[in-house]
C-alpha cells in the first residue's frame, strides 16, 4: 500500500486579515484544520482539560466549572507575571492537542493538514511546519475590518499590531501568501495551494 507523507501547513495572519475565513475554505476541500483559538477555548470550557490545574494553580479564575478569560485578564493586569503562570498551565495543554491531531493525521495517511496559529511566527512555531501561509489584506481594509468589531477601538488596534510580527516580516518569511481582497481572490489561491501540495505530499 502506497503511504503519503503528511505535510503540515502553517496557516498565520495578522488581526483582522480573513485568517479564519481562510481556514474554512481549507476545511471545505476537505483538509482537516487544527485551530490553536479554539483548542484554548475546549481546554477552557466546562470538564475541558485544563480546568483542573487552573482550579489547582488560580482558583480565581474557575468560575461555573469555566475558566474564565476575563479574569484572567484581570489577573495579569494586576501582576504580569500571572501571565506566565498562566501561560505554563496552557501551553504544554496546547500543545499536546495538536501533537494528537497531527500523529492521527499521520496515522491515517492525511496527504496535508493545516495548522491555524495566529502567534506562528512570534512562538517560533514556524519552524516545525513544512511550509507557512501567510493571509493579508492591505493596511485600510485590515483597520477598517478589525473596527467593524463592536469589541475593538483603534486604541486596541494599535497595541495588538504592536506585540505581532509586522505583516511585511511575515510576507518575506511565507511560502505562500494569500490575499483576501476578495473572497475569489482568496479562494483561487486556497484551491492552488490545496492542489500542489496534496500532489507533492502524494509523491513524497
Known amino acids: 500500500m502506497n503511504s503519503s507523507k503528511t505535510l503540515l501547513l502553517g496557516l498565520t495572519g495578522s488581526i483582522g486579515m480573513g485568517k479564519s475565513t481562510t481556514a474554512a475554505m481549507f ?3 476537505g483538509v482537516p484544520v487544527w485551530d490553536a483559538d479554539s483548542t484554548v ?3 477552557y470550557s466546562r470538564n475541558g482539560a485544563a480546568i483542573g490545574a487552573f482550579r489547582q494553580e ?4 474557575v468560575l461555573n466549572g469555566k475558566v474564565n478569560r476575563t479574569a484572567l485578564k484581570n489577573l495579569i493586569k494586576e501582576d504580569i507575571n500571572n501571565l506566565r503562570k ?4 496552557i501551553h504544554p495543554l496546547v500543545a499536546k492537542d495538536r501533537l494528537t491531531f497531527i500523529e492521527k493525521a499521520k496515522k491515517d495517511n492525511i496527504p496535508l493538514i493545516i495548522l491555524d496559529i ?3 511566527f512570534e512562538t517560533g512555531f514556524y519552524k516545525f511546519v513544512d511550509y507557512v501561509a501567510v493571509v493579508t489584506v492591505d493596511y485600510y481594509t485590515q483597520k477598517q475590518r478589525v473596527l467593524d468589531r463592536k469589541s475593538m477601538t483603534e486604541e486596541m488596534f494599535l497595541q495588538i499590531l504592536a506585540k505581532q510580527v509586522s505583516n511585511d516580516e511575515k510576507k518575506r518569511k511565507a511560502d505562500f501568501i494569500i ?3 476578495t473572497l475569489e481572490v482568496a479562494e483561487n489561491k486556497v484551491q492552488e495551494i490545496v492542489f500542489q501540495l496534496n500532489r507533492q505530499a502524494r509523491n513524497a
Open 41 to 43: 477555548h475546549k481546554l
Open 179 to 181: 490575499s483576501t481582497e
Open 118 to 120: 495566529p502567534l506562528l
Open 86 to 89: 498562566i501561560e505554563q498551565i
Open 58 to 61: 488560580i482558583p480565581s479564575s
Open 27 to 29: 476545511s471545505s476541500l
